[in-house]
C-alpha cells in the first residue's frame, strides 16, 4: 500500500477541540446535516450555547464536557432532549437525544448529525469547489517504513497532516504501520510523527498494532484495502479538483461521496477492531445512533439539575 502525502495544496485551519483545546465556536452542517447549526461557548469544563436542528427549531445547551466530548442538556419552550459531542478532524459529530415518555435519553431515535467549524472550506474539501491551477499537487510515496516514513510524516505541515486525517482508513494505515515499526523496535514510541498520528484516535501504539495485526490476519482484510484504496483515489482527486485539474462532473462525484465518508469518521482502533472482530470492512453506516455512537452502560444522573444525561460515549 501507499502512504500519501499531500504536499502544499489545501489550508485548514488549524484549531479543532480535542484534548487541551476549546469547543468554543459556531459550527454549521454539511452534507446530510445540512442546515444544523452549534454555537458553543467552553468555560473551565462547561458548555453553553444554542443548537438548531435541521427544521430551525433553536434550542438552549447546557451541560459539560468529558474527556474529547461533551454531553449535557436541551431545552426549548420547556421540553427537555438530551445531547453528546466529541471531537472530529472537520468539527464536532453530535448526537441529538429526544426524551422518552419517561423523561429517559430515547437513543432508539437519537439523531447523528457532522457538523464542521464555520471557518472550514467544506465545499472545497468535498472536491466541489475547483481553485487555480498551481496550488500543489498529491505526491503518493511508495515503500516508506519505520524512521523514513516517520520523518516525511512529521516533516508535513500541521495542515497536511489535518488534510490526510480526514480520510480515516487512509489515517489509520498510516498510523498502523507507524505502530507497527514501534512494536518491531524499528522507531522509537518517542519519535514525534507517533505522537502525531496518534491525535484524536483515544488509543495508544500497543493497542493499534494489536488490533491491527488481528486485522490483518483475518478473511477481511482485503476489504479493508479495497476501501483505503477507494479513499487514496479520493484524496488525490479531491486535490486535483482543488487545483482546477478535473471537470465538474468528477469533482462533483467526488464531493459527495466525500460527504458521506467525511460524516462517518473513525478512529484507527475501530476500523481494525470491526475488521478483525465482526467481519466488516471499517466502513459506517448512515444508521449511526445504534451503532458506533451508541451509548454504553445507558444513563447517569451528571447534570447539574439533577435530569438524567446519556452516559460516557464508548471509545472509537
Same mark, same amino acid.
Not at 12 to 28: E, I, K, N
Not at 251 to 258: E, K, L, R, S
Not at 272 to 278: H, I, K, L, S
Given at each position: 500500500?501507499?502512504?500519501?502525502?499531500?504536499?502544499?495544496?489545501?489550508?485548514?485551519?488549524?484549531?479543532?477541540?480535542?484534548?487541551?483545546?476549546?469547543?468554543?465556536?459556531?459550527?454549521?452542517?454539511?452534507?446530510?446535516?445540512?442546515?444544523?447549526?452549534?454555537?458553543?461557548?467552553?468555560?473551565?469544563?462547561?458548555?453553553?450555547?444554542?443548537?438548531?436542528?435541521?427544521?430551525?427549531?433553536?434550542?438552549?445547551?447546557?451541560?459539560?464536557?468529558?474527556?474529547?466530548?461533551?454531553?449535557?442538556?436541551?431545552?426549548?419552550?420547556?421540553?427537555?432532549?438530551?445531547?453528546?459531542?466529541?471531537?472530529?478532524?472537520?468539527?464536532?459529530?453530535?448526537?441529538?437525544?429526544?426524551?422518552?415518555?419517561?423523561?429517559?435519553?430515547?437513543?432508539?431515535?437519537?439523531?447523528?448529525?457532522?457538523?464542521?467549524?464555520?471557518?472550514?472550506?467544506?465545499?472545497?474539501?468535498?472536491?466541489?469547489?475547483?481553485?487555480?491551477?498551481?496550488?500543489?499537487?498529491?505526491?503518493?510515496?511508495?515503500?516508506?517504513?519505520?524512521?523514513?516514513?516517520?520523518?516525511?510524516?512529521?516533516?508535513?505541515?500541521?495542515?497536511?497532516?489535518?488534510?490526510?486525517?480526514?480520510?480515516?482508513?487512509?489515517?489509520?494505515?498510516? =498510523? #498502523?504501520?507507524?505502530?507497527? &515499526?514501534?512494536? %518491531? $523496535?524499528? !522507531? @522509537?514510541?518517542?519519535?514525534?510523527?507517533?505522537?502525531? *498520528?496518534?491525535?484524536?484516535?483515544?488509543?495508544?501504539?500497543?493497542?493499534?498494532?494489536?488490533?491491527?495485526?488481528?486485522?490483518?490476519?483475518?478473511?477481511?482484510?482485503?476489504?479493508?484495502?479495497?476501501?483505503?484504496?477507494?479513499?487514496?483515489?479520493?484524496?488525490?482527486?479531491?486535490?486535483?479538483?482543488?487545483?482546477?485539474?478535473?471537470?465538474?462532473?468528477?469533482?462533483?462525484?467526488?464531493?459527495?461521496?466525500?460527504?458521506?465518508?467525511?460524516?462517518?469518521?473513525?478512529?484507527?482502533?475501530?476500523?481494525?477492531?470491526?475488521?478483525?472482530?465482526?467481519?466488516? =470492512? #471499517?466502513?459506517?453506516?448512515? &444508521?449511526?445512533? %445504534? $451503532?458506533? !455512537? @451508541?451509548?454504553?452502560?445507558?444513563?447517569?444522573?451528571? *447534570?447539574?439539575?439533577?435530569?438524567?444525561?446519556?452516559?460516557?460515549?464508548?471509545?472509537?
Amino acid at each position: 500500500m501507499l502512504a500519501v502525502v499531500v504536499a502544499g495544496l489545501l489550508l485548514l485551519p488549524a484549531a479543532h477541540a480535542q484534548s487541551g483545546g476549546t469547543f468554543s465556536g459556531r459550527y454549521v452542517g454539511f452534507a446530510l446535516s445540512e442546515g444544523v447549526v452549534a454555537s458553543i461557548a467552553e468555560d473551565n469544563g462547561r458548555v453553553v450555547g444554542q443548537y438548531t436542528d435541521s427544521a430551525g427549531k433553536v434550542f438552549a445547551l447546557n451541560g459539560q464536557r468529558v474527556g474529547e466530548g461533551a454531553q449535557g442538556l436541551l431545552e426549548r419552550d420547556g421540553v427537555k432532549a438530551f445531547f453528546q459531542f466529541e471531537s472530529r478532524p472537520l468539527g464536532i459529530q453530535f448526537l441529538y437525544i429526544p426524551s422518552s415518555d419517561t423523561g429517559r435519553p430515547d437513543m432508539a431515535n437519537a439523531l447523528q448529525t457532522a457538523l464542521a467549524r464555520d471557518n472550514v472550506d467544506v465545499e472545497t474539501l468535498l472536491g466541489q469547489a475547483p481553485r487555480p491551477a498551481g496550488n500543489g499537487a498529491v505526491v503518493l510515496l511508495e515503500g516508506a517504513e519505520g524512521e523514513e516514513l516517520a520523518s516525511q510524516y512529521a516533516d508535513l505541515a500541521p495542515r497536511e497532516r489535518e488534510l490526510i486525517r480526514l480520510f480515516d482508513h487512509v489515517q489509520a494505515h498510516l =498510523t #498502523g504501520r507507524l505502530c507497527s &515499526s514501534v512494536k %518491531a $523496535g524499528d !522507531l @522509537s514510541e518517542t519519535h514525534r510523527a507517533v505522537a502525531l *498520528a496518534l491525535e484524536r484516535q483515544q488509543a495508544g501504539c500497543s493497542a493499534i498494532s494489536t488490533l491491527k495485526d488481528r486485522a490483518v490476519a483475518s478473511d477481511n482484510y482485503d476489504d479493508f484495502e479495497t476501501r483505503l484504496a477507494i479513499q487514496q483515489e479520493l484524496l488525490t482527486t479531491t486535490m486535483s479538483c482543488n487545483a482546477g485539474d478535473n471537470n465538474a462532473e468528477t469533482c462533483q462525484t467526488a464531493g459527495a461521496m466525500n460527504a458521506a465518508m467525511f460524516e462517518q469518521w473513525r478512529r484507527a482502533a475501530v476500523i481494525y477492531a470491526e475488521v478483525a472482530d465482526r467481519g466488516g =470492512t #471499517g466502513a459506517a453506516t448512515q &444508521s449511526a445512533p %445504534a $451503532g458506533p !455512537l @451508541s451509548l454504553r452502560g445507558g444513563v447517569g444522573d451528571n *447534570a447539574a439539575s439533577g435530569v438524567p444525561v446519556p452516559g460516557a460515549r464508548p471509545d472509537r
